[in-house]
């Protein structure tokens, strides 16, 4: 029904919202995915119009939700207005597809970096590195060596103020950044984890598995989509 169609579709946003909150790049991309699979209410004749409609209203929607826990005014305002450019020059459904992924993302990367403010300075350019480029080794040696700092100290301040240890995070970071990739683009798998830094093809289908419970292959073709196994009866 029209009414179950409109009320999920909220219920998707609402969804979308509370995963931007709380930085979660995973669940947000996988609300963001549903949200476009149920199409648009249909009100307008001129479909590409309604769906920037309905760009600007999901955006609006997040910026309310992110102006409620702190994040600064002049980081929403200045994303605001130039996502609002991106969705006025879209000339086609597809690239509003592209841009509700996109829009949702940013949002949830910019919040992310707001909540490093409350770390150490050794802690926020460990966070940052990993944030800028996966590809590379970010071992605890590695940024021991960068920031020529003890190891184990940093691996003991890390874990303390993050609440994980460093290899935790940076393996949640690889997964979480594969499987945006795995929705966004037709990258090849062994790209997408050359991409993450993991460019061992087994290895990382087994870790992708292990914390998402499905292949690499399976999460795309599921779309972000949990698989169900619901018995015939």
């Given at each position: 029904?029209?009414?179950?169609?409109?009320?999920?579709?909220?219920?998707?946003?609402?969804?979308?919202?509370?995963?931007?909150?709380?930085?979660?790049?995973?669940?947000?991309?996988?609300?963001?995915?549903?949200?476009?699979?149920?199409?648009?209410?249909?009100?307008?004749?001129?479909?590409?119009?309604?769906?920037?409609?309905?760009?600007?209203?999901?955006?609006?929607?997040?910026?309310?939700?992110?102006?409620?826990?702190?994040?600064?005014?002049?980081?929403?305002?200045?994303?605001?207005?130039?996502?609002?450019?991106?969705?006025?020059?879209?000339?086609?459904?597809?690239?509003?597809?592209?841009?509700?992924?996109?829009?949702?993302?940013?949002?949830?990367?910019?919040?992310?970096?707001?909540?490093?403010?409350?770390?150490?300075?050794?802690?926020?350019?460990?966070?940052?590195?990993?944030?800028?480029?996966?590809?590379?080794?970010?071992?605890?040696?590695?940024?021991?060596?960068?920031?020529?700092?003890?190891?184990?100290?940093?691996?003991?301040?890390?874990?303390?103020?993050?609440?994980?240890?460093?290899?935790?995070?940076?393996?949640?970071?690889?997964?979480?950044?594969?499987?945006?990739?795995?929705?966004?683009?037709?990258?090849?798998?062994?790209?997408?984890?050359?991409?993450?830094?993991?460019?061992?093809?087994?290895?990382?289908?087994?870790?992708?598995?292990k914390r998402t419970g499905q292949t690499p292959s399976q999460y795309r073709e599921m779309g972000g989509r949990p698989q169900t196994n619901e018995s015939e009866g």
């Amino acid at each position: 029904m029209k009414e179950d169609r409109v009320r999920r579709r909220y219920e998707l946003v609402d969804r979308i919202c509370y995963s931007v909150c709380i930085g979660n790049e995973f669940q947000t991309l996988r609300a963001v995915r549903e949200w476009k699979e149920l199409g648009i209410p249909g009100r307008l004749q001129d479909e590409l119009t309604e769906w920037k409609y309905d760009l600007i209203w999901l955006g609006a929607m997040i910026l309310q939700s992110l102006r409620g826990i702190g994040v600064p005014d002049f980081w929403l305002e200045s994303a605001r207005a130039e996502y609002t450019q991106k969705i006025a020059g879209a000339d086609s459904v597809s690239d509003c597809h592209h841009l509700a992924e996109e829009i949702a993302t940013s949002f949830c990367r910019m919040n992310s970096l707001k909540e490093t403010r409350r770390y150490s300075m050794l802690v926020q350019t460990v966070l940052q590195t990993i944030e800028e480029d996966l590809s590379q080794p970010l071992t605890l040696g590695y940024f021991a060596k960068m920031l020529n700092v003890n190891g184990s100290y940093l691996s003991n301040l890390f874990s303390s103020e993050v609440g994980m240890t460093l290899t935790e995070y940076v393996t949640a970071q690889r997964i979480s950044y594969a499987a945006a990739l795995l929705l966004t683009t037709q990258n090849p798998i062994k790209t997408v984890a050359k991409k993450a830094g993991i460019p061992d093809v087994q290895y990382f289908s087994r870790l992708f598995k292990k914390r998402t419970g499905q292949t690499p292959s399976q999460y795309r073709e599921m779309g972000g989509r949990p698989q169900t196994n619901e018995s015939e009866g």
